[in-house]
């Protein structure tokens, strides 16, 4: 199975990426983590997106804020998927990384998912990966059925709390 490359701007964007490791854990879908910042470390950031696909990666999720540009500097250097997350910041909420991270020019595409939506960048990033891959498929249907199962599950604790 191909790997989920994640990479975060800096430590600061850890919650957010801890929710997306949970997810491809629990997915059983090998990963690995790597702090590179599209400024501060621009030759690390790209050195790993170039080796991405030679590196047994099958897609990469990029965290950052502020002016979020880590997704967009590994799209630039991968033709592999890339999926964008968002990361609330200081000064506005996370609207200008949620805007510098969907806003890609033509030719450098880049998966966005919500702001701070770790989990939903690793369904993604599985997702992608169970295009080729019938047990992930499976995997993926299985937890949507346990999810839908918790929800149907509330609705009925709801329906009994309130004499419905």
């Known amino acids: 199975m191909k790997k989920a490359g994640i990479v975060m701007g800096s430590d600061s964007d850890l919650p957010i990426i801890e929710k997306a490791v949970k997810v491809l854990k629990e997915l059983d879908i090998p990963y690995e983590v790597h702090i590179y910042s599209a400024h501060r470390t621009p030759a690390e950031a790209r050195d790993f997106a170039v080796n991405a696909r030679r590196n047994g990666f099958g897609v990469i999720i990029a965290a950052a804020g502020m002016a979020a540009h880590l997704a967009g500097a590994i799209a630039a250097n991968t033709t592999l998927p890339v999926i964008g997350i968002p990361c609330k910041g200081p000064v506005l909420d996370g609207m200008d990384a949620l805007l510098?991270?969907?806003?890609?020019?033509?030719?450098?595409?880049?998966?966005?998912?919500?702001?701070?939506?770790?989990?939903?960048?690793?369904?993604?990033?599985?997702?992608?990966?169970?295009?080729?891959?019938?047990?992930?498929?499976?995997?993926?249907?299985?937890?949507?059925?346990?999810?839908?199962?918790?929800?149907?599950?509330?609705?009925?604790?709801?329906?009994?709390?309130?004499?419905?």
Do not use: F, H
């Open 100 to 164: 510098s991270t969907v806003q890609m020019p033509t030719g450098i595409p880049v998966a966005t998912v919500a702001i701070n939506g770790g989990a939903n960048a690793a369904l993604l990033a599985a997702q992608i990966l169970a295009v080729e891959d019938v047990e992930l498929a499976a995997r993926l249907d299985a937890k949507r059925a346990k999810d839908a199962a918790a929800v149907l599950e509330k609705d009925s604790s709801v329906e009994t709390r309130l004499d419905i």
